[in-house]
């Protein structure tokens, strides 16, 4: 709600403080106003400069790759052919491998969870599965990785005779038990945001709980429940060392999740180290770089605009 | 919310909801149980190698790292997240000051909001791709605690800004309005009321931001961590990290054990940060 | 008034905090940064950490340089981050486990190249794999079948074999090993894409010994040392052992090179000499041919 008034400092309207502070001479204010703006753009400018700077690397990439189709789509990953190739098919098609086949088991379950803290729980769980969501929220993704590593492939290799148990199916399971927790927050939030007395209303017709669950509540709720999916896909694709750990790093352009692939996140980490700077590996991995990042930043805008009309519904 | 009556009789819609709740009640519990397992999982696969001589000495043993401790790691994760908040949380919460004191117009609030939100959706990755080839290679900071520090500094930025210009803002008007109409400047405000208020706000949403960047590896991979160091850290020499020695333990072989132990200690570091981040959030409604 | 105590401590933590951050009077004079092969990675390191151990001060070492404190920094990469790193400056020592390229020879201008040992890259697998009991040796021409991904079972490659899928094991572009295996067996080849990518001679190791399905080309030391859980195979013939190495009959022989750019200053100087002398029998130890035989 905070968001969306104006902010709370600002009591004037014809002039701004700044402009008050100057005119009254008040020296500490103009001082304050000062280190504050020059703080603000510092950090700022130093995040712009990044996304600024990786797509100025980048573009070089597209012309030795004869363009964005030969980038994206043609060109192998070979770069120790004779002439070297650098094509991110198969790190694109691996991200989207993983992050689908992630949201896939995650968003049931966390839709699951969020009906039951908002809906069904009792008081005593539904205090304890916060901070649990929290809990899972806060371990960092090499610690993922190392679980996955040490409990799913060994299970992959033994038990389900796979030759190598690292595989995007892999990756995908640990990728959706840290995704999540973050889909699970958001569409709890967005399923109580409903307001009591629309499901009031509802009980009062003498359907199930579940009848109201389904046709009321969930529809009421749908773009927050829609954001919380697309906040889940943007975690998944930025995660970097468990999928490293467990997606196996191949450069083969995968077919199914039995297959190994190597997301953008891999395959910067991979081979960040011998691509020398300005070297034409560097320009691909920045251009790979440049392609997560706008595809975050797109889906992070998305989600912010859906729950700002998620908040404006219920205003 | 009062406990709905079921209908009598045995109808599909009474089977359905039934089906449902079920199913609804094992994906509560299931979200209950996976936390837990794998902190279990951690904690029996670790726990043995715990003692003082794990947490403060370094490793030795061959190969490097089989024995001995992970003290130097965890130094020096600590070293790059103070020098991390000693560069976001000024400017955090200084643009925090701005946004919520200072700011024209409330156009201005949200467009510069709405650029700090998308800018800090940028996975941690491409952090340290930058870092790497800004700082380590072109401003020829080589692979070091300063470039490392910066890089995450710039991680938490977001975070911290977002945070306490939510703080800053939920201080009510009231507060403020009526010590400005007794005369007082601005900064008199921020200084002696907004601050004091909000500050567990604040706190709050550093520990958090530290806590995502200590447990981070892509980041400091490539811009401050190295395999093996006896020294203290400085600025100018590389450091050994929590997350980055564990992943080094792991993709070397070099010892599971101590890959447990180290993954156990990042884990309960970080819960323990989380945990004092939600207690100062819990602080903030006594002040009103 | 309650208000001060907090000021108060806002003061404190940020004086903690930059405490913390203070630069210690430590200059980069003294300080040593080595990078690259992780088929070098220990043997370096743990030279490195004897290094240290014996002579705590840079005086220690020979007189005419200051009494500060010896302090080496190891790290992997992979020989190609190793070139790329000295070029780049960031390291002052490069460890390198192969030729270097003419690309790189004109890049880097004025260098030094250190001999520390000789190494083979040798075909291994588990000693549980299917064919570990009946095979001893593969001809060239199936190591590059092999490696290319056109045999994908093991039946194909000896018909005696299950149907198993041979799960193949490489480590990532930038390593000598994978440089030496293009350029000397597969030619114009290319490794297949369906390979797992490892991150370093140590993660190659480990699979190695848990698959048993896995071929890969590791560093024949590792072999050595691994108490009979891996096998190799003789190359058309020739089996990957330190001797033949050094009659030069294996044609996998690679070079374990420490690399300088320009003139080496004192202290790269003096480590190097330490490992071209003392550090040898640690190079020994590890099961690759040191460099004075």
């Known amino acids: 709600m905070v968001a969306m008034t104006v902010p709370a400092g600002n009591t004037s309207t014809l002039l701004s403080p700044a402009r008050v502070a100057w005119r009254g001479r008040r020296w500490s204010d103009l001082a304050l106003w000062a280190v504050s703006l020059g703080f603000m753009l510092l950090g700022t400018g130093a995040l712009l400069l990044i996304v600024l700077y990786v797509a100025a690397e980048a573009l070089p990439a597209l012309k030795q790759a004869g363009g964005l189709k030969g980038l994206l789509f043609v060109l192998p990953w070979e770069p120790l052919a004779e002439p070297p190739s650098y094509g991110i098919l198969h790190a694109w098609l691996s991200s989207l491998l993983v992050t689908a086949l992630s949201l896939l088991l995650a968003v049931p ?85 409903v307001p009591g ?75 960040l180290g011998e691509a020398g700077v300005d070297s034409d590996k560097y320009h691909a991995l920045m251009a790979a770089g440049l392609l997560l990042m706008v595809i975050t930043v797109v889906i992070n805008l998305t989600v912010l605009a859906l729950k700002r009309r998620m908040l404006s519904r219920h205003v | 919310m009062s406990k709905p009556q079921s209908p009598p009789s045995l109808s599909v819609a009474y089977l359905g909801d039934r089906f449902a709740t079920v199913l609804v009640w094992l994906t509560g519990l299931l979200a209950l149980a996976l936390p ?60 925090g000051i701005y946004l919520s004191e200072f700011a024209p117009c409330a156009f201005w609030v949200r467009l510069l909001e709405f650029a700090a939100e998308c800018l ?25 605690l300063l470039a490392g520090g910066l890089t995450l500094g710039m991680m938490m930025f977001p975070i911290i800004l977002i945070g306490s210009r939510a703080a800053l803002a939920a201080v009510p008007s009231l507060e403020r309005e009526s010590a400005l109409a007794l005369g007082v400047s601005r900064s008199w405000v921020a200084r002696r009321i907004l601050l004091p208020r909000a500050w567990p706000g604040i706190a709050a949403s550093a520990v958090l931001a530290a806590g995502h960047a200590a447990g981070s590896a892509a980041p400091v991979m490539f811009t401050a961590s190295t395999v093996f160091t006896v020294t203290n850290p400085a600025m100018t020499t590389p450091v050994m990290t929590l997350p980055t020695h564990l992943y080094n333990l792991v993709s070397e072989a070099v010892s599971f054990d101590h890959a447990y132990g180290t993954a156990l200690v990042l884990v309960v570091g970080i819960l323990l940060v989380n945990a004092l981040s939600m207690l100062l959030r819990r602080r903030l409604p006594e002040h009103y | 008034m309650i208000n001060m105590t907090r000021w108060l401590f ?51 070492v020979a007189p005419n340089l200051p009494e500060k404190p010896v302090i080496i920094f190891v790290t992997g990469g992979g020989s190609s981050f190793g070139v790329k790193s000295v070029l780049n400056g960031t390291v002052n020592i490069g460890m390198v486990s192969r030729d270097l390229k003419d690309k790189e020879v004109s890049s880097l201008g004025q260098h030094q190249t250190y001999l520390v040992g000789k190494d083979a890259v040798a075909i291994a697998s588990s000693a549980k794999n299917p064919m570990a009991a009946t095979v001893k040796q593969l001809s060239g021409d199936e190591v590059v079948r092999l490696f290319a991904g056109e045999t994908a079972y093991y039946s194909e490659l000896v018909k005696k074999l299950p149907k198993r899928e041979i799960v193949l094991l490489t480590r990532d572009a930038g390593a000598g090993s994978t440089e030496v295996l293009q350029e000397v067996l597969m030619k114009g080849k290319q490794i297949s894409p369906k390979a797992l990518q490892l991150p370093s001679q140590g993660a190659l190791l480990q699979k190695l010994k848990n698959n048993t399905l896995a071929i890969g080309y590791i560093s024949s030391g590792l072999v050595s040392q691994s108490d009979g859980a891996l096998k190799s195979y003789a190359l058309d013939g020739v089996s990957p052992s330190n001797e033949n190495v050094l009659n030069g009959t294996y044609k996998l022989a690679r070079p374990l090179n420490l690399l300088v750019k320009d003139v080496p200053d004192a202290y790269a100087k003096a480590f190097v000499d330490y490992v071209l002398s003392d550090g040898q029998a640690v190079v020994d130890s590890l099961g690759y041919v040191p460099a004075k035989r």
């Not at chain 2, 870092?131 to 692979?143: D, P, T």
């Open chain 3, 10 to 60: 806002i003061k404190a933590t940020a004086l903690a905090l930059l405490a913390i951050t203070s630069t210690h009077a430590l200059a980069e004079d003294g300080v040593l940064r080595v990078g690259g092969s992780t088929t070098l990675l220990p043997a370096i390191s743990t030279a490195a950490s004897d290094f240290m151990e014996k002579y705590k001060t840079w005086n220690k």
């Open chain 1, 109 to 193: 379950v966390a839709l699951g969870v969020a009906i039951f803290t908002s809906e069904i729980a009792p008081p005593l769980l539904r205090g304890l599965l916060r901070p649990c969501m929290e809990l899972l929220a806060g371990i960092p993704s090499v610690v993922y990785g190392f679980f996955g590593y040490v409990t799913l492939i060994p299970l992959f290799e033994n038990s389900f005779g796979l030759a190598a148990g690292e595989c995007i199916l892999a990756a995908g399971l640990i990728l959706s038990v840290m995704v999540l927790p973050f889909v699970a927050s958001t569409a709890t939030e967005a399923l109580r945001g």
């Open chain 2, 120 to 144: 800090g959706a940028i996975p941690a990755v491409i952090y340290g791709l930058f870092g790497y080839a800004l700082l380590v290679v072109f401003l020829a900071m080589n692979i070091s």
């Open chain 2, 36 to 95: 837990l397992a794998i902190l279990g999982f951690l904690a029996v696969r670790g726990m043995h190698v715990m003692c003082w001589e794990f947490l403060l000495s370094g490793p030795s043993g061959v190969p490097l790292g089989s024995a001995g401790g992970i003290g130097p790691a965890i130094l020096g994760t600590l070293y790059l997240v103070g020098m991390g908040l000693a560069v976001a949380l000024p400017l955090g919460v200084g643009g």
């Open chain 1, 197 to 271: 007395n629309l499901r009031e209303s509802a009980y009062a017709t003498g359907v199930t709980r579940w009848h109201v669950i389904q046709h009321v509540v969930l529809r009421q709720a749908a773009p927050g429940l829609f954001a919380a999916i697309v906040l889940g896909l943007a975690r998944a694709l930025g995660e970097a060392l468990a999928v490293l750990m467990l997606a196996g790093n191949a450069t083969a352009v995968p077919h199914s999740p039995m297959d190994r692939g190597q997301p953008i996140t891999a395959l910067i980490l991979t081979e």
